[in-house]
């Protein structure tokens, strides 16, 4: 099994509800294949870098997962299917990237300065 992780852009139009329920079907597509989900980040509505559909915004929605490639091919064809989703992109994790995630989230990043001083 691989660590993957997936960024998906929703449309601005939705609902924080209706982007929650969203993202909750998507889940619910790799949880049933088998993966098993190590983060979910929510980043919430972000500017984009450049309009796509005519849009300036979108919900972004970050999911890291340790599955198999068949999941990866179910889930990607929900995603381009669903007309809720402007953009996704599935990244395969090496074990440099994979250390760096595991860092970030226990806070290893989040140290000041002078906190790292006084270490």
């Not at 449309?11 to 993966?35: C, Q, R, V, Y």
């Given at each position: 099994?691989?660590?993957?992780?997936?960024?998906?852009?929703?449309?601005?139009?939705?609902?924080?509800?209706?982007?929650?329920?969203?993202?909750?079907?998507?889940?619910?597509?790799?949880?049933?294949?088998?993966?098993?989900?190590?983060?979910?980040?929510?980043?919430?509505?972000?500017?984009?870098?450049?309009?796509?559909?005519?849009?300036?915004?979108?919900?972004?929605?970050?999911?890291?997962?340790?599955?198999?490639?068949?999941?990866?091919?179910?889930?990607?064809?929900?995603?381009?299917?669903?007309?809720?989703?402007?953009?996704?992109?599935?990244?395969?994790?090496?074990?440099?990237?994979?250390?760096?995630?595991?860092?970030?989230?226990s806070g290893a990043f989040n140290k000041t300065k002078k906190e790292e001083a006084t270490a």
């Open positions: 099994m691989n660590q993957y992780e997936t960024v998906i852009v929703l449309t601005p139009l939705l609902s924080e509800d209706a982007a929650k329920e969203a993202i909750a079907k998507f889940t619910s597509i790799l949880t049933d294949g088998g993966a098993e989900i190590i983060a979910e980040d929510n980043w919430g509505l972000r500017k984009l870098a450049y309009p796509i559909e005519k849009k300036g915004n979108g919900f972004f929605h970050l999911t890291e997962y340790k599955s198999g490639g068949e999941v990866i091919s179910k889930l990607e064809l929900e995603l381009k299917r669903d007309e809720r989703v402007l953009r996704f992109l599935t990244v395969r994790l090496d074990r440099h990237a994979v250390a760096y995630n595991e860092k970030k989230r």
